[in-house]
Nanobody, 125 residues
């Protein structure tokens, strides 16, 4: 059975850390580029980070550089998003998505055809 599930969201205070997970079952996630996106209420979905399936290169949106890290564990068939120094403006539903290597279009949601259900991250004091 093919499954693709995010987890790890929650309510945290500003300055805290969270690690989001994206787990694949029934297929090999390592064959695909994996991106993390987020969508805040009333806003468009935006690309946060991506990890390539070709050479493992990573890309980040400017607003998370230095704070977020995307990584892959091929043995576990999982991708992670480590989020440090969280800010209230990071509050959003976070989605994991995958597709064949999207290259420079990594931050564009329309280039990904497979999505998880999302996990809510709420950063509030």
């Amino acid at each position: 059975q093919v499954q693709f599930v995010e987890s790890g969201g929650g309510l945290v205070q500003p300055g805290s850390s969270l690690r989001l997970s994206c787990k694949a079952s029934g297929f090999t996630l390592g064959y695909y580029a994996v991106g993390w996106f987020r969508q805040a209420p009333g806003k468009e979905r935006e690309g946060v980070a991506c990890i390539s399936n070709v050479d493992g290169r990573t890309n980040y949106a400017d607003f998370v550089k230095g704070r977020f890290t995307i990584s892959r564990d091929s043995a576990k068939n999982m991708v992670f998003l480590q989020m440090n120094n969280l800010k209230p403006e990071d509050t959003a539903v976070y989605y994991c998505a995958f597709d064949f290597d999207v290259g420079s279009a990594w931050s564009r949601a329309e280039y990904y055809h497979h999505w998880g259900q999302g996990t809510l991250v709420n950063v509030s004091s």
